[in-house]
């Protein structure tokens, strides 16, 4: 039995040359397989597709899925409904889009074909229809401000909205008894933000980290593998605050100098604790100009 909670409406390797004949070389590293499923808790998944990631659930009663990752490649989206398939023979009830940006909620059309339910924010909703993207498929259903819950084979998902942040749609999906939460871009772990933080919601994004660490939970699983694929922590949320805290004050620095959006004194930042964290060299420079954007212009 499942109950919904949602109001209607409508994710040549080269070798060095031997130096003599008589070397063999060396057995090349094996590659990373495109695709995986990892098991994490008795009913919860993590389907990989290259660097994206999504969430399922199985239930007695029928899947509850995530983010669609068509933009990971054309063959993600059925290549993720396979992997459900390997699982469970249970259908896909619903499907969940995290927010409205296409690299993650594209290409649901194999999964609305075998008659998932697309559930998304208003705001991902009224996006979604102004844009009419034909790889996305819009949602059947909203979720308001409020949140909202889904109930399906006696598991449950909280759908939460905790502001604005990455989007002015993005939603963490909790479950509550697993103690897992699922949320995509907004939360990195150990990574920066990708180039110059566009949609991005300044400074709400800082009001949404501190209510995800006021909620109960233990792991999450992130929209991008963190170090090693592992899952991140209340810890990783801390330390990320940490670095949103630090690049606003070294832009807050910056307006006060009137050099904001001054591209060789951006250039000349550095904040060395970060450097080994994905994404340091190519975006410390656009999440800066995202950061001078607000501090310099109120943007």
Known sequence: ?????????ALAIAFFSAPAAAQAPAAPAPATPPYATTKIADNVYVFRAG??????????????????????????????LAEIRKV??????????????YDHVAGGKPFKDAGAIFV??????????????????MPDMIVEDSGSTILLGGTR?????LGNNHSDNTLVM???????????DWLPI???LYRDVADGYIP???AGLDRVLAMDWDRMIPGHPGPGGRLGTKDDVRAFKEYMVDVSNAAKQLASERKCLNDEAMRAIRLPKYESWSGYGPYLLGNLERFCEYWGRGI
């Open 204 to 206: 709400e994004w800082f």
């Open 1 to 9: 039995m499942h109950r919904r909670l949602l109001a209607p409406i």
């Open 51 to 80: 660097g994206y990631q999504a969430m399922f659930v199985v239930t007695p009663e029928g899947v509850i899925a995530t983010d669609p990752i068509g933009y990971a490649s054309k063959e993600a989206p059925a290549q993720y």
């Open 157 to 161: 998902i909280d759908l939460l909205w």
């Open 120 to 137: 998304a924010h208003r705001n991902a909703h009224r996006r979604l229809a102004a844009l009419q993207s034909p790889d996305v498929v």
């Open 174 to 184: 909790l479950l509550p008894r697993e103690r897992i939460i699922f949320t995509v």
């Open 190 to 192: 150990q990574g920066l």
């Open 88 to 101: 469970t023979p249970a259908p896909v009830k619903y499907v969940i889009y995290s927010h409205h940006h």
